[in-house]
């Protein structure tokens, strides 16, 4: 049974974890400015659509994917959580290479991660309840709403905050430590996913068949999805390019810290988020990689 799998996850190593993403976010904060927020009165249809796409679009098709392919209940559940977390910054990197609008990118990742606050747990609640495949699982567990909010909010809210708090008072120290800081804990993050996934390799093997196809068609719905927002409103394809990659590219690493902290690491939710985060690497870089070239 794919539930009584628990991966190798330790707390120390998902307190390590915990303070990868934390670092990450700090990194990306160095970036911006409050003024930063004020593209979306430059821009403003492109971000509520982007934002739109990630926040409301996303969690809708992963509700209609799930109703079509009908995985089992952890599996489901999991896609859920996928869905219902924000952007990650890998996006930033994606679309620059792909020469999209890296402008729209920063924002739109730098607002959904801000709104995630509210609208990760919202959206998770909304649909694993109110789909049969999960709802039952969903009463089974239990979890408080406000613990899943409070916990977002250190782990997303607290980190951004400081390095804005820090980019406003010591703008130098931030402009000279900002570049080798977003490469180093991108860095440090890709390595740890590859030593995670090399502790559970043996699991992969085991389950692939089962996962392998519910992430290929999960993400695929994810990257139409957001280009097709981006063509039904008219949009160039430098701004299409952004808005796919954001609304494909999700931060499933925060996904996994909230399955080992809420689910003691439900094997099904685990492992649709670990191998999310493997996928979504390879998708959005080969996706990236094509649009580079045109």
């Known amino acids: 049974m794919i539930d009584q799998v628990q991966l190798n996850f330790n707390p120390s190593t998902l307190f390590l974890l ?63 959580l996928v869905a219902s977390c924000p952007g990650g910054n890998l996006s930033n990197f994606m679309t620059h290479h792909a020469k999209g609008n890296t402008a729209l990118s920063v924002t739109l990742t730098t607002l959904a991660t801000g709104l995630a606050v509210f609208f990760t747990p919202l959206n998770f609640f909304l649909w694993g309840n109110l789909l049969p495949e999960t709802s039952a699982l969903m009463k089974e567990i239990d979890i408080p709403l406000l613990s899943i909010m409070l916990n977002v909010f250190l782990l997303i809210a607290l980190p951004l905050s400081i390095g804005l708090w820090v980019s406003h008072k010591f703008p130098r120290f931030a402009c000279r430590v900002k570049k080798p800081m977003k490469y ?63 609304v494909g590219l999700q931060n499933s690493g925060l996904g996994l810290i909230l399955i080992f902290n809420f689910f003691n690491g439900l094997g099904g939710m685990a492992i649709i988020a670990a191998f999310w985060g493997i996928w979504h690497i390879i998708s959005g870089y080969t996706l990236a990689q094509f649009w580079s070239k045109r």
Request: with cysteine; hydrophobic share 60%; aromatic share 18%.
């Open 18 to 80: 915990n303070c990868i993403l934390g670092f990450i976010l700090f990194g990306v904060s160095l970036d911006l400015k409050w003024q930063d927020f004020k593209r979306i009165y430059k821009m403003p249809k492109e971000v509520l659509v982007g934002l739109s796409g990630q926040l409301l679009i996303l969690p809708l098709l992963t509700a209609g994917l799930i109703f079509l392919i009908k995985p089992q209940a952890s599996l489901a559940l999991g896609m859920i």
């Open 184 to 246: 180093f804990s991108l860095g440090f993050f890709f390595i740890f996913i590859i030593l995670a996934f090399a502790a559970n390799f043996s699991y992969f093997l085991e389950y692939i068949h089962v996962v392998f196809f519910i992430v290929f068609m999960h993400n695929a719905v994810a990257f139409l999805g957001g280009y097709g927002l981006g063509r039904l409103f008219g949009f160039s394809q430098a701004n299409k390019r952004a808005i796919t990659l954001e």
